[in-house]
């Protein structure tokens, strides 16, 4: 074989096998992404952000919210992911995560996730309003805010 040959095939190697693994690689973060439901908690998302939008703007006509969903695609949110993941974690990585969320606790975790983010938030909304209590309990105590409710800031949370 010719020298120059070889050489470039060589050469051709060290280019291209990198670049092989990089698209393996994400390619497996976007099964991982897919498995785990992220596709589907970006449409979770969308929808509930059209919901507000709705909201805000009743007079807005319910064919546009319509026409306006369907632009919308959950790959979008997981091609904005992949180069999160692939920043953070090595291939090897990403295929236990893939494997973790394929096992039975996995599958159950993906379930109930839902719930439990759900619940969390009521969780959390109750825990910050509690907080906002103690800090203007606090600022009052130190004078820091008026006795007067009439004059005071108020917080919500």
């Not at 996730?113 to 105590?141: H, R």
């Amino acid at each position: 074989m010719n020298r120059h040959l070889s050489s470039w095939i060589v050469f051709s190697l060290f280019i291209t096998v990198p670049l092989f693994s990089e698209d393996m690689k994400k390619e497996e973060i976007r099964r991982l992404l897919i498995s785990s439901g992220s596709e589907k908690m970006g449409v979770l998302v969308v929808g509930q952000m059209i919901s507000r939008f709705k909201q805000l703007m009743p007079q807005i006509p319910e064919e546009f919210w319509e026409d306006f969903r369907k632009e919308l695609h959950g790959e979008d949110m997981v091609e904005l992911i992949v180069p999160i993941y692939d920043k953070y974690f090595t291939i090897e990585e990403i295929r236990e995560i893939t494997a973790f969320y394929n096992s039975p606790v996995g599958k159950k975790l993906l379930e109930k996730n839902p719930q439990i983010t759900q619940e969390s938030m009521q969780v959390g909304e109750i825990w910050g309003k509690k907080i906002a209590e103690k800090v203007l309990q606090k600022l009052k105590a130190r004078g820091l805010l008026p006795s007067d409710p009439k004059q005071q800031t108020r917080l919500d949370i």
